[in-house]
């Protein structure tokens, strides 16, 4: 494939990155345990490690975990928010040679019970709020070691049969030797569960090539501001949860390979208490999704926080909205980057270089070491100009779905490149813009939510006859989940069928509102047609 959009990268910017300068994330995180040893690496909620205690943490949790016999291919699962445990367990996870299986802290027993028996983790970290979750599903798992992270003052959470406190985990594992563990390149080092384009909650293999691939892409994207402070430490806000991939990939990987400290922020949606967290103190990289930049915005303290060391600010997840941009940038002189990115490629696919200061409506250039095809329903080239699919080819596409080759084959075309479901549109310069989405994904707040598991909730329900899901604006979240149903029974209330959805969807999954309808449009062959249901874009 020709790489026109190549003359169009900013200056500073390498065309292509050496996917092999590390053998795995172990290798690339101990390589700045060491370079950074004396610089602190995680804050939270006042209380700060450092490189150093870092490197000794997760060394002991490590080989606690060793002398448990879990090893090389072994699936860790951890269930926590933002909080300075969770970097501990993932370092020390992939310094044991284990896979990481990131679970959503906010799930419900019946999402929790899918991803954990479906990856078949054996071991479990999680904060003790969320005990009361896994206890309702325990004995359905494969789990054989439970840690618990305490969540506050003793005693407040059910205790758990059998669990090991993680203050035990850390003193036992000073005892303990941590054995050499050769990890492959090609090994799983992330399980991370995503509906991918058909809706179906899957693990996405994403190995540790993949994930070293991906961060080094965002910083030779991100060069030009990261040599404004050559040498000087960095301190990163992170905000979104590190059980997402684009905070794990944005402010997790990327900030322990430059040696920034991050501010973790468990509850971002507390943004009185964010701003008091942060107050006076100089901020350099603020990676968000749509909805927080537009609080943020219109929140009567921003001035308290300093922006006047910010370098970048990144808008990922769903598309930026202009009038959030424009009133970003007049506040701080800081554009918003527009990225855009998907679970199966670690995230990173395209960014707009940081030389744009006006809002673009568009996702921008291919990363590094990336190819973006668009083609057409028969895989074949799109002319320029016209709408095709995003096909993404490059190091940080995964392996493909965990034990579901169906899957993967669905979206993986025969010469390597991803089928994304959205619909994109490329100008002369090679600038992209996605213009519809091909599958019927719901983006809330930058969370992907997929119309088959919420409708196959609803389904369950007796009162239920039809339903179908579809994503409706919403000022707030950018998309809300909207529920069209045939009732069986006709005494059905809406407040009834939410009070169900509430009880098996986390929040971001639950549906806002539900339309009763004496029947739901449907093709020739009966499939009901969720785009007769979608408000018009006209």
């Known amino acids: 494939m020709e790489k026109s959009w190549l003359e169009y990268y900013p200056p500073d910017v390498p065309t292509e990155i050496d996917g092999t300068r590390y053998s795995s994330l172990a290798h690339l995180m101990e390589e700045s345990f060491r370079t950074f040893a004396e610089r602190p690496a995680f804050e939270c909620m006042g209380r700060s490690i450092t490189y150093r205690e870092l490197d000794a943490l997760s060394r002991q949790v490590a080989a606690w975990l060793q002398a448990r016999g879990l090893g090389r291919g072994s699936a860790v699962a951890i269930m926590m928010p933002n909080v300075t445990?969770?970097?501990?367990?993932?370092?020390?996870?992939?310094?044991?040679?284990?896979?990481?299986v990131n679970v959503n802290p906010l799930y419900t027993p019946r999402e929790l019970e899918h991803q954990l028996e479906d990856s078949g983790a054996v071991a479990l970290f999680l904060l003790e709020t969320f005990v009361p979750t896994l206890q309702k599903i325990l004995e359905n798992t494969a789990l054989k070691h439970v840690v618990t992270v305490a969540?506050?003052?003793?005693?407040?959470?059910?205790?758990?049969?059998?669990?090991?406190?993680?203050?035990?985990?850390?003193?036992?594992?000073?005892?303990?030797?941590?054995?050499?563990?050769?990890?492959?390149?090609?090994?799983?080092?992330?399980?991370?569960?995503?509906?991918?384009?058909?809706?179906?909650?899957?693990?996405?293999?994403?190995?540790?090539?993949?994930?070293?691939?991906?961060?080094?892409?965002?910083?030779?994207?991100?060069?030009?501001?990261?040599?404004?402070?050559?040498?000087?430490?960095l301190t990163f806000v992170c905000v979104l949860p590190l059980y997402h991939i684009y905070a794990l990939n944005?402010?997790?990987?990327?900030?322990?390979?430059?040696?920034?400290?991050?501010?973790?922020?468990?509850?971002?949606?507390?943004?009185?208490?964010?701003?008091?967290?942060?107050?006076?103190?100089?901020?350099?990289?603020?990676?968000?999704?749509?909805?927080?930049?537009n609080t943020l915005v219109h929140h009567p303290d921003l001035g308290k926080l300093d922006l006047s060391q910010l370098l970048l600010a990144t808008c990922g997840g769903a598309a930026a909205q202009r009038a959030v941009a424009d009133k970003w940038f007049s506040l701080t002189g800081v554009p918003l980057l527009e990225s855009y990115g998907l679970t199966e490629a670690s995230p990173g696919v395209t960014c707009n270089p940081l030389t744009n200061t006006e809002y673009s409506g568009g996702i921008g250039l291919p990363l590094p070491s990336t190819e973006v095809s668009l083609r057409d329903d028969e895989g074949k080239e799109v002319p320029l100009g016209e709408p095709g699919e995003l096909c993404i080819r490059g190091p940080q596409v995964m392996a493909g779905y965990w034990n579901r080759p169906d899957e993967t084959a669905r979206v993986m075309t025969p010469d390597g490149f991803l089928k994304s479901g959205d619909i994109g549109v490329r100008d002369e310069r090679g600038f992209l813009r996605i213009v519809d989405r091909k599958k019927d994904m719901i983006l809330v707040s930058g969370f992907n939510?997929?119309?088959?598991?919420?409708?196959?909730?609803?389904a369950a329900h007796p009162g239920v006859l039809e339903v179908a899901a579809v994503g409706v604006p919403d000022t707030h979240s950018g998309e809300a989940v909207k529920l069209f149903v045939v009732k069986k029974d006709p005494a059905l209330t809406e407040a009834q069928l939410l009070d169900f959805c509430r009880e098996q969807l986390t929040g971001y999954k639950r549906p806002k509102t539900i339309e009763f309808r004496t029947e739901l449009p449907k093709s020739n062959v009966g499939k009901i047609l969720r785009r007769e249901l979608r408000p018009s874009t006209s």
């Open 85 to 100: 445990q969770y970097p501990i367990c993932v370092a020390a996870i992939l310094r044991a040679g284990c896979t990481v």
């Open 151 to 233: 969540a506050g003052a003793p005693g407040t959470t059910p205790p758990l049969p059998h669990a090991v406190p993680f203050e035990r985990v850390l003193a036992e594992g000073q005892t303990l030797p941590l054995a050499p563990v050769t990890v492959s390149p090609d090994d799983i080092a992330f399980l991370q569960y995503t509906g991918g384009t058909t809706g179906v909650v899957k693990g996405a293999m994403l190995l540790h090539r993949n994930l070293v691939a991906s961060m080094l892409q965002t910083e030779a994207w991100l060069q030009p501001v990261l040599r404004k402070r050559p040498g000087q430490p």
């Open 250 to 293: 944005n402010c997790a990987l990327l900030g322990m390979h430059v040696g920034a400290m991050n501010i973790l922020i468990p509850n971002p949606r507390d943004l009185t208490g964010l701003i008091q967290t942060l107050a006076h103190r100089p901020i350099h990289a603020l990676p968000g999704v749509n909805t927080f930049f």
């Open 449 to 458: 939510v997929y119309p088959n598991e919420v409708e196959g909730v609803a």
